[in-house]
């Protein structure tokens, strides 16, 4: 049972997307696509382990979700007029020419422009689109916002209400709304790729399916908006930040920190790709934004040899340009990092003891394991090993968890 548990969540977290995507598009219900998937999940439980693991499990899956909805609409007052012309529709679907082409023609990225509908608040279209797109549970959306379970769930159920209340069609975006909804949607992409570059909990450093995907729909977005500077930002960014996977973990899947990786295992395909796109994204001449700024820093990363030959003085001018037209407590705790490596641990431990005064990234696991590395290079050996315990203590990932008690045991 628990190798079938463990094949449903693999398959639900590669697949749930267009698992979710594609019933959506033909119930043009997102709420109700999302729950007959979760009924399919809970069916796959109960007969995988006695008829085995089918050999397309994600086909398998959609199947009997899309029997599900036939089932519920028969249920249905005036059922069978409904499901009739439904499956008319389908079938003249199947016989006719390919559809005419249009702005977004990727189910999932229309279920991503859904979840980001304006009539949900941000931090529920935030929330709906890392359950729905990035197949998250809502301990993990919590852990990344730092917010408890209840919440969570809250948000969840509330945009699903909205969007029932509302009425949103499962159908591509006015192009006049795009500009209004792009932001939303680059924020939701990136925060699942976060995810997969670092993933909150669980046994994996890394959940490079998240982030793949997130890859995925950036380029496609790109391809869709060739004008909007920062989506090429984004996908640079990503690309960038992709082209380390191969060197960030050991064959047992041990975390390798940046400091330690084998720099000739990086992609350089994929930083090539990375600086193309950065580059696509300036020539448009509108100045760099958020996700301009941190490719921009990615990209010192990727082209520098190594941590010591860095260019940490720059680093640190981008980080403080970030920080003045997207303010966060996080982009201030990497600067500081920058700084211990540009000037030293002492200046950065002031601007890390400032953080901490502030009560900035409270319940978080990065701001102890900064200061504890600022404190072991101070020589405070006793102060950065209780810092590191501290965030062991915090994070949620068993991976970084194991590597930051490594830390404080070397102390």
């Not at 033909?26 to 399919?40: G, R, S, Y």
């Not at 997969?196 to 399916?209: I, L, N, P, Q, V």
Request: with cysteine; aromatic share 6%; hydrophobic share 45%.
């Amino acid at each position: 049972m628990v190798d079938t548990r463990r094949t449903v969540e693999a398959v639900w977290r590669i697949e749930g997307a267009r698992i979710v995507a594609t019933l959506a598009r033909v119930t043009n219900d997102v709420v109700l696509a999302e729950d007959l998937a979760q009924e399919a999940v809970i069916d796959a439980l109960r007969q995988w382990p006695e008829w085995g693991i089918p050999q397309n499990p994600g086909a398998w899956l959609t199947a009997v979700a899309k029997r599900k909805a036939i089932d519920t609409w028969r249920r249905r007052e005036r059922l069978d007029d409904r499901y009739q012309a439904i499956a008319h529709d389908l079938a003249a679907r199947a016989g006719s020419e390919p559809d005419a082409w249009e702005p977004i023609d990727d189910d999932v990225l229309r279920l991503v422009f859904i979840a980001c509908h304006p009539v949900i608040a941000r931090e529920a279209q935030v929330a709906l689109t890392l359950r729905l797109v990035g197949g998250l549970t809502t301990e993990e959306i919590a852990r990344l916002f730092l917010l408890p379970v209840g919440t969570i769930q809250q948000r969840i159920v509330r945009a699903k209400k909205t969007l029932t209340a509302a009425k949103v069609p499962f159908e591509v975006p006015d192009p006049s709304e795009w500009r209004a909804r792009l932001g939303s949607v680059l924020g939701v992409v990136y925060l699942v790729f976060t995810e997969g570059y670092a993933a909150t909990s669980g046994e994996h450093w890394m959940r490079t399916d998240l982030a793949n995907e997130a890859l995925r729909l950036g380029r496609v977005l790109a391809g869709l908006t060739p004008r909007e500077p920062e989506v090429h930002a984004l996908v640079a960014l990503m690309e960038l930040q992709a082209s380390r996977f191969g060197a960030r973990v050991r064959p047992d899947g041990t975390p390798i920190l940046l400091a330690d990786q084998d720099r000739s295992r990086w992609d350089r395909a994929q930083i090539g790709r990375g600086q193309a796109a950065l580059a696509r994204a300036d020539a448009l001449g509108r100045g760099r934004g958020s996700y301009a700024l941190q490719a921009a820093i990615a990209e010192c990363h990727a082209t520098a040899p190594s941590v010591e030959t860095t260019d940490w003085a720059r680093i640190v001018l981008l980080y403080e340009a970030l920080g003045r037209i997207a303010p966060n407590p996080v982009v201030d705790l990497n600067r500081a990092v920058a700084v211990s490596m540009a000037t030293g641990p002492a200046s950065a431990l002031l601007i890390v003891d400032g953080l901490a005064d502030a009560g900035a990234l409270r319940g978080s696991s990065l701001l102890p394991s900064v200061r504890g590395e600022l404190l072991a290079r101070l020589g405070r050996a006793e102060e950065a090993r209780s810092e590191f315990v501290t965030a062991a203590a915090l994070t949620g990932n068993e991976r970084e968890r194991g590597v930051l008690l490594a830390k404080a045991a070397a102390l």
